[in-house]
């Protein structure tokens, strides 16, 4: 196999390897198959290519048109005329598989189902890399950059994923090996052009490829790799910030940072144990029914709700009064000490809406005036925090809220927009829901009323996620769904009726503990609509049935449901048999289930108890690991400087008799060093050695290699002529000093050469490869002495053994 075929092999392996990163992504992973195949066409494409030796801007062009078209003709195929050429159709059909990917991927969380928009984009992302891979390393014969594409395709899936995909560290490893293999093939190719590398007397053979040394360089770096982070304390270096997470989805644990606060709270009420996230006391009776709130998603974009752009400014005590708030409603204030855990990762400060003080916050964080949240600035998270508060706790009347003129200009502009594909049917049954009614808190109160107990819905986290216009229509369709649903199609029915609405994320109220303590955890993930009444501000709704609790002002509205969303045990006094009626139930304790309700269409699973969060007494030891380790890889990385700096030397003397030392003749030995210095100097420096020259030959290579000046070549020369008087001559005479040659030779190969080459022969010198080569000659000769000795045991059994033989 040629060098340029096995490139062409190991970069299509490499891209393969690297693809493997993204199988947690999708469930099934059936789009392995066509996305290898591609790898495949791309790599013959561009070798027969290169082999007909086409100009190199057009093999890629032609791996590129080869790969598009199959991909087009695997996912769009039907409108393809005569099902091989694109017809008129196909510009369509392909913008639709656009966008059906784009609604996928914001409705799925991960894994997400195989649906042919998301397999089309996976295919073609590995099919891209895959050429630009092959383009880097093969066509242009720039092996090093390869290990961007190949990088950026590990980092997508693995940092999508997170640590709810157990097996990141075996991604890591397959995508690192790949790169290294396309490394040590380019390597090889590289130095199969200088010819055979002189290695000196009485070293092994030259095998005609990378230096071993370069290949234990590389498994040593990859093997840092994954053990280092297993001494490193679990510190939050998430790819991306901005979303919450509670600790990964499923069954795994760790923490997670993600692209939307929708898919964290997805992942957390799919959560099969119940991860503890934080812990809050206060002795204020407001603190049983508080909700930790996170942020809000005040843009409706036709795709999803999501957080719009916010205006941020500088945490100051006390905090602004929220927008809307008159002073005739009451708001009386309440403390709480908050205690976020290990487990959860958030840029936003989990806090009851609206706060009025944060004292003594540590870290860096800014206030969003317009949500009413504090936000990290420069990566800070809440993460481990705590923390002490005062929030109001708003609670206008029912007369209030009915006569509260209408929104300003600055509220309805932005919280009455409505995509323009909203279906039309959100609005009708939104009006259907609310006739009779005339204001609009009165209107507010009726769509509440209508999801939690007329309108016959069902909770369940198996429904997909989703707040898109698609998702909205198809719960109020299906009526099943959780909070997410809830809030989204309540928020989007409230703004068709004219009542500015945004949907808040966060926590619902905690688990009570007693004397005023309070855990929150991931089964607790929740999402609520706000809306906006003037006078009152921004005020929750819980539209959500058995989740949360509804608040008084909302005409203190019972939370039934058709579902039983809790098994936590009962707290109801009385006869077991009978059940109370939901104005009977304090609002708590049907949040907490100990209320019994219809079970009719019961589809939801219960949460788990809080899952107990181990203390973590390692700290310190894991720091001890973590500088232990950074002081290994340093001196791991600075021993080829400090070995070549101590072999130097040690050639041109310390003050002994030595090549570099004061008077005196030198031996053969100390003459051979100084000259090996001169070699390894100049290889170093870009000027490889060759075992096919003399060393005068050698000499006068190096003056013309390395731009040396007349005094420079005439002391190479002197240490060229005494080495091969100790190599030639019969009876050698004691050379005089040859240390300020060495130093002269080595002084103009350094002023001649670049500042990189410079850098590079300071901290990674090439002749540390002699290291490798004596390594492998005492390997050799163990072994041979190893195979001498059993030769020499045995040779009495097989002298016994021979037949005929008498004693």
């Given at each position: 196999?040629?060098?340029?075929?096995?490139?062409?092999?190991?970069?299509?392996?490499?891209?393969?390897l690297?693809?493997?990163?993204?199988?947690p992504?999708?469930?099934?992973?059936?789009?392995?198959?066509?996305?290898?195949?591609?790898?495949?066409?791309?790599?013959?494409?561009?070798?027969?290519?290169?082999?007909?030796?086409?100009?190199?801007?057009?093999?890629?062009?032609?791996?590129?048109?080869?790969?598009?078209?199959?991909?087009?003709?695997?996912?769009?195929?039907?409108?393809?005329?005569?099902?091989?050429?694109?017809?008129?159709?196909?510009?369509?059909?392909?913008?639709?598989?656009?966008?059906?990917?784009?609604?996928?991927?914001?409705?799925?969380?991960?894994?997400?189902?195989?649906?042919?928009?998301?397999?089309?984009?996976?295919?073609?992302?590995?099919?891209?890399?895959?050429?630009?891979?092959d383009?880097?390393?093969v066509?242009?014969?720039?092996?090093?950059l390869?290990?961007?594409?190949?990088?950026?395709?590990?980092?997508?899936g693995?940092?999508l994923?997170?640590?709810?995909?157990?097996?990141?560290?075996?991604?890591?490893?397959?995508?690192?090996?790949?790169?290294?293999?396309?490394?040590f093939a380019?390597?090889?190719?590289?130095?199969?052009?200088?010819?055979?590398?002189?290695?000196?007397a009485?070293t092994?053979?030259?095998?005609g490829?990378?230096?071993?040394?370069?290949?234990?360089?590389?498994?040593?770096?990859?093997?840092?790799?994954?053990?280092?982070?297993?001494?490193?304390?679990?510190?939050?270096?998430?790819?991306?910030?901005g979303?919450?997470?509670?600790?990964?989805?499923?069954?795994?644990?760790?923490?997670?940072?993600?692209?939307?606060?929708?898919?964290?709270?997805?992942?957390?009420?799919?959560?099969?144990?119940?991860?503890?996230?934080?812990?809050?006391?206060?002795?204020?009776?407001?603190?049983?029914?508080?909700?930790?709130?996170?942020?809000a998603?005040?843009?409706?974009?036709?795709?999803?709700?999501?957080?719009?752009?916010?205006?941020?400014?500088l945490?100051?005590n006390?905090?602004?009064r929220?927008d809307?708030?008159?002073?005739?409603?009451?708001?009386p204030?309440?403390?709480?000490?908050?205690?976020?855990?290990?487990?959860?990762?958030?840029?936003?400060?989990?806090?009851?809406?609206?706060?009025?003080?944060?004292?003594?916050?540590?870290g860096?964080?800014?206030?969003?005036?317009?949500?009413?949240?504090?936000?990290?600035?420069?990566?800070?998270?809440?993460?481990?925090?705590?923390?002490?508060?005062?929030?109001?706790?708003?609670?206008?009347?029912?007369?209030?809220?009915?006569?509260?003129?209408?929104?300003?200009?600055?509220?309805?502009?932005t919280?009455?927009q409505?995509?323009?594909?909203?279906p039309?049917?959100?609005?009708?049954?939104?009006?259907?829901?609310?006739?009779?009614?005339?204001?609009?808190?009165?209107k507010?109160?009726?769509?509440?009323?209508?999801?939690?107990t007329?309108?016959?819905?069902?909770?369940?986290?198996?429904?997909?996620?989703?707040?898109?216009?698609?998702?909205?229509?198809?719960?109020?369709?299906?009526?099943?769904?959780?909070?997410?649903?809830?809030a989204?199609?309540?928020?989007?029915?409230?703004?068709?009726?004219?009542?500015p609405?945004?949907?808040?994320?966060?926590?619902?109220?905690?688990?009570?503990?007693?004397?005023?303590?309070?855990?929150?955890g991931?089964?607790?993930?929740?999402?609520?609509?706000?809306?906006?009444?003037?006078?009152?501000g921004?005020?929750?709704?819980?539209?959500?049935?058995?989740?949360?609790?509804?608040?008084?002002?909302?005409?203190?509205?019972?939370?039934?449901?058709?579902?039983?969303?809790?098994?936590?045990?009962?707290a109801t006094?009385?006869?077991?048999?009978a059940?109370?009626?939901?104005d009977?139930?304090?609002?708590?304790?049907?949040?907490q289930?100990?209320?019994?309700q219809?079970?009719q269409?019961?589809?939801?699973?219960?949460?788990?108890?809080?899952?107990?969060?181990?203390?973590?007494?390692?700290?310190?030891?894991q720091?001890?690991?973590?500088?232990?380790?950074?002081?290994?890889?340093?001196?791991?990385?600075?021993?080829?400087?400090?070995?070549?700096?101590?072999?130097?030397r040690?050639?041109?003397?310390?003050?002994?008799?030595r090549?570099?030392?004061?008077?005196g003749?030198?031996?053969?030995?100390?003459?051979?060093?100084?000259?090996?210095?001169?070699?390894?100097?100049?290889?170093?420096?870009?000027?490889?050695?060759?075992?096919?020259?003399s060393?005068?030959?050698?000499?006068?290579?190096?003056?013309?290699?390395?731009?040396?000046?007349?005094?420079?070549?005439a002391?190479?020369?002197?240490?060229?002529l005494?080495?091969?008087?100790?190599?030639?001559?019969?009876?050698p005479?004691p050379?005089?000093?040859?240390?300020?040659?060495v130093?002269?030779v080595?002084?103009?190969?350094?002023a001649?050469?670049?500042?990189?080459?410079?850098?590079?022969?300071?901290?990674?010198?090439?002749?540390?490869?002699?290291?490798?080569?004596?390594?492998?000659?005492?390997?050799?000769?163990?072994?041979?002495?190893?195979?001498?000795?059993?030769?020499r045991?045995?040779?009495?059994?097989?002298?016994?053994?021979?037949p005929?033989?008498?004693?």
């Amino acid at each position: 196999m040629t060098t340029r075929a096995r490139l062409t092999v190991y970069s299509a392996l490499a891209t393969a390897l690297s693809m493997l990163g993204l199988t947690p992504l999708l469930t099934p992973a059936g789009w392995i198959m066509p996305a290898g195949g591609l790898i495949l066409v791309t790599a013959l494409v561009g070798a027969g290519l290169r082999r007909l030796a086409v100009a190199r801007p057009l093999v890629v062009l032609a791996q590129l048109f080869a790969v598009l078209y199959l991909i087009l003709f695997g996912a769009i195929r039907d409108s393809f005329v005569l099902g091989v050429l694109p017809g008129s159709g196909s510009l369509q059909a392909f913008n639709n598989l656009l966008q059906s990917a784009g609604n996928d991927i914001t409705q799925y969380a991960i894994p997400a189902p195989a649906t042919p928009g998301l397999r089309f984009l996976l295919i073609l992302a590995v099919a891209v890399v895959a050429v630009v891979v092959d383009a880097l390393a093969v066509t242009y014969r720039q092996a090093a950059l390869a290990g961007l594409p190949l990088l950026a395709l590990y980092s997508v899936g693995t940092g999508l994923a997170g640590s709810a995909d157990g097996a990141t560290w075996l991604w890591f490893l397959a995508a690192a090996a790949g790169y290294l293999m396309v490394l040590f093939a380019e390597g090889r190719d590289r130095l199969s052009r200088w010819g055979r590398v002189f290695r000196g007397a009485g070293t092994s053979e030259n095998r005609g490829g990378l230096p071993t040394g370069g290949h234990r360089i590389g498994v040593v770096a990859l093997a840092c790799a994954l053990l280092l982070p297993v001494l490193a304390p679990n510190w939050d270096l998430s790819l991306v910030n901005g979303g919450f997470g509670d600790g990964g989805s499923g069954d795994g644990g760790g923490n997670i940072s993600t692209l939307s606060p929708v898919v964290s709270l997805t992942d957390g009420l799919r959560r099969t144990d119940n991860q503890q996230l934080i812990r809050y006391h206060g002795t204020d009776p407001a603190l049983r029914t508080a909700y930790l709130r996170i942020t809000a998603l005040d843009e409706f974009n036709g795709q999803e709700w999501k957080p719009g752009r916010q205006k941020d400014e500088l945490l100051q005590n006390p905090l602004p009064r929220p927008d809307g708030l008159a002073g005739d409603v009451a708001s009386p204030s309440f403390e709480a000490q908050i205690t976020v855990s290990q487990n959860l990762s958030s840029s936003w400060l989990p806090a009851p809406y609206p706060i009025d003080r944060l004292p003594g916050l540590p870290g860096d964080w800014r206030y969003e005036p317009e949500v009413g949240s504090v936000v990290g600035a420069h990566g800070q998270q809440a993460t481990g925090l705590s923390y002490t508060l005062t929030a109001l706790n708003i609670d206008p009347t029912g007369e209030q809220l009915r006569a509260a003129p209408p929104a300003p200009k600055s509220i309805t502009d932005t919280y009455l927009q409505l995509p323009a594909n909203l279906p039309g049917q959100v609005k009708d049954t939104a009006l259907q829901v609310t006739a009779g009614k005339d204001t609009a808190y009165d209107k507010a109160v009726a769509l509440q009323d209508w999801f939690t107990t007329s309108g016959g819905f069902t909770y369940s986290t198996s429904v997909d996620a989703g707040t898109g216009p698609t998702a909205i229509l198809k719960f109020l369709q299906d009526k099943k769904g959780f909070c997410v649903h809830f809030a989204a199609t309540m928020a989007a029915m409230a703004r068709t009726l004219g009542i500015p609405a945004r949907v808040a994320v966060g926590f619902a109220p905690g688990q009570d503990l007693g004397n005023g303590d309070y855990v929150v955890g991931s089964n607790d993930y929740h999402a609520w609509p706000e809306l906006y009444f003037s006078g009152a501000g921004w005020l929750r709704f819980e539209p959500t049935p058995s989740r949360g609790v509804a608040p008084d002002y909302s005409g203190g509205q019972a939370a039934p449901t058709s579902t039983a969303s809790s098994a936590q045990p009962s707290a109801t006094a009385g006869d077991p048999g009978a059940a109370p009626s939901a104005d009977a139930c304090p609002a708590v304790q049907r949040k907490q289930g100990g209320c019994d309700q219809p079970t009719q269409n019961s589809q939801s699973a219960a949460p788990a108890p809080l899952a107990a969060t181990p203390a973590t007494h390692g700290l310190p030891a894991q720091l001890l690991g973590l500088i232990a380790a950074g002081v290994a890889v340093l001196l791991l990385l600075f021993w080829p400087m400090l070995w070549r700096a101590r072999l130097r030397r040690r050639r041109l003397g310390g003050g002994r008799r030595r090549p570099g030392g004061p008077g005196g003749g030198l031996t053969g030995a100390q003459v051979l060093a100084a000259w090996q210095e001169v070699v390894d100097s100049a290889w170093d420096l870009g000027i490889p050695p060759d075992e096919a020259y003399s060393p005068r030959h050698t000499g006068e290579r190096i003056g013309e290699a390395g731009g040396l000046d007349e005094s420079a070549r005439a002391a190479v020369g002197r240490v060229a002529l005494a080495t091969e008087q100790v190599l030639y001559a019969r009876a050698p005479e004691p050379a005089a000093p040859l240390g300020p040659d060495v130093r002269e030779v080595r002084a103009g190969l350094r002023a001649s050469a670049a500042r990189r080459r410079r850098l590079r022969a300071l901290l990674l010198p090439p002749s540390v490869a002699r290291v490798g080569w004596r390594l492998a000659d005492r390997v050799l000769a163990l072994r041979l002495r190893g195979r001498a000795a059993v030769t020499r045991a045995g040779a009495p059994l097989r002298r016994l053994g021979r037949p005929g033989r008498r004693d």
